[in-house]
């Protein structure tokens, strides 16, 4: 009947409470399924007169029941409010169930209460009532001496959460930094993934605004795992910025290695992301231009579309390198035409590649040319002068003015002293021939070994 009849079914439940001599747990089970019913329909100022109703009932049911009960209806009017309209009704009902706890004391409901309350408002970007009840939410959390209640460290890590999320929005880059690390230091909490997952996102975006890449990919990973544990869908939007990472760090490891990713990397609401990586790390720039030019989607997120340029900045500087390596002299004209981008901007990645000495050379801007200054030739001369030196050093060395220098004795027999000099033809200086002929060719012999 809730389905095929629902406005009969509305009737029905609130006949329930009627029946009953007094408020017990029919008529307060009978009143839940109405106000789901008419807050589904659309019927918000019904919903809201008969949660009003309800609430008269919590001290007619127990305790546990009650605000298990309660919690379960604001998570579901929660979900179900997509307009503008619902959550004005929604933050009524947070509203009412507020006044009501507080006069029963219900730390614990209220505390709930009060942070999905201030989560509404975060939604809408009302960051001044989000900073109030955040103050009200801390002190709440805290003890007479103003350090935080261990008792209430759940909590606590949920109001960080919340306030990490204000800065990061707000890029409050100062504030963030230090309630983020205040956050990792909570040990008196079991906190929910998701809760965890939020942190850990925001820290990476924290770290991607300083360029620190390396502790972003950290962060987006453990935001990842947190989100996937608590399987919140947005854990694919977290993956997206995992690879976006991966590209920035310029890494060549695949992140579908990992254990946790790998049962992601056929899921075709990442296939986009994982086509630019693959792109990039083969160096593929005509691929990767048309990934990027195909699913122009991926540029519906912000914080992608934000710091893709630097990702795409990279991939076109790594293709001028490869594509001027074997030439001295080209036009920028040419390269643009290459690489399918704007001579402009070809010339503005040569000067920074010249800046920053990864290429020797000279822009020419009237003329549109870049020349490329070639150390080969200059190395060569240094290396012949090098040559030279050394035979210049080995020539002196070995050769004394008009001959070679023997240092070998001579045996007596030959009745020569034994430091005789000879000449280049091998004859003893001052000899006749026959002495000439008993020792013709022996200095030399001798000299050489």
């Given at each position: ?123 809408r970007k009302d960051y001044l009532a989000v900073t109030k009840k955040l103050r009200e939410l801390q002190r709440a959390c805290q003890k007479e001496d103003g350090s935080d209640d261990p ?19 707000t890029r409050n880059n100062k504030q963030l930094k230090v309630l983020y690390q205040k956050a990792l230091k909570v040990r008196s909490a079991v906190p929910h993934p998701k809760i965890m ?253």
């Amino acid at each position: 009947m809730k389905s095929t009849d629902p406005e009969g079914a509305i009737a029905e439940f609130l006949a329930i409470p009627s029946l009953e001599d007094e408020k017990a747990d029919w008529g307060f089970k009978g009143l839940k399924q109405a106000i789901k019913l008419e807050f589904r329909l659309g019927l918000y100022d019904k919903a809201l007169e008969h949660y009003t109703e309800l609430l008269t009932y919590v001290k007619s049911v127990t305790r546990n029941y009650s605000e298990k009960s309660l919690t379960n209806m604001l998570d579901f009017v929660e979900k179900e409010s997509e307009s503008t309209e619902a959550q004005r009704c929604l933050e009524k009902f947070y509203s009412l169930t507020l006044e009501c706890f507080q006069s029963t004391n219900n730390e614990r409901l209220w505390l709930k209460t009060n942070i999905k309350l201030a989560k509404l408002q975060l939604d809408r970007k009302d960051y001044l009532a989000v900073t109030k009840k955040l103050r009200e939410l801390q002190r709440a959390c805290q003890k007479e001496d103003g350090s935080d209640d261990p008792s209430k460290g759940t909590y606590s890590l949920e109001i960080y959460a919340l306030e990490i999320q204000m800065y990061s929005e707000t890029r409050n880059n100062k504030q963030l930094k230090v309630l983020y690390q205040k956050a990792l230091k909570v040990r008196s909490a079991v906190p929910h993934p998701k809760i965890m997952g939020i942190i850990r996102e925001c820290g990476g975006k924290m770290h991607m605004s300083e360029e620190n890449w390396k502790d972003a990919q950290s962060d987006f990973f453990e935001s990842f795992r947190n989100y996937d544990e608590a399987g919140d869908l947005h854990r694919i939007q977290v993956l997206k910025y995992l690879l976006l990472t991966t590209m920035l760090m310029k890494s060549d490891i695949n992140p579908f290695d990992s254990q946790e990713i790998k049962p992601y990397r056929n899921d075709a609401r990442i296939a986009a992301m994982t086509n630019l990586v693959d792109a990039y790390q083969r160096d593929d720039m005509h691929q990767y231009a048309k990934v990027l030019r195909e699913n122009q989607d991926i540029l519906a997120d912000p914080f992608i579309a934000e710091n893709i340029d630097e990702v795409t900045r990279n991939m076109r500087t790594k293709a001028v390198v490869k594509l001027i390596a074997p030439y001295t002299r080209m036009k920028s004209a040419w390269i643009a035409r290459q690489l399918n981008i704007s001579d402009a901007e070809v010339q503005d990645i040569l000067g920074f590649l010249i800046v920053d000495g990864k290429i020797r050379g000279k822009i020419d801007q009237q003329a549109g040319t870049l020349e490329i200054e070639s150390n080969a030739d200059a190395e060569r001369v240094r290396a012949l002068n090098t040559w030279s030196t050394a035979l210049s050093t080995l020539y002196a060395t070995i050769f004394n003015e008009d001959g070679f220098k023997s240092t070998d004795h001579q045996s007596p027999d030959d009745g020569l002293p034994g430091n005789a000099m000879y000449s280049l033809d091998g004859r003893p200086r001052g000899l006749g021939a026959a002495g000439s002929r008993k020792h013709k060719g022996k200095g030399f012999y001798n000299m050489l070994t």
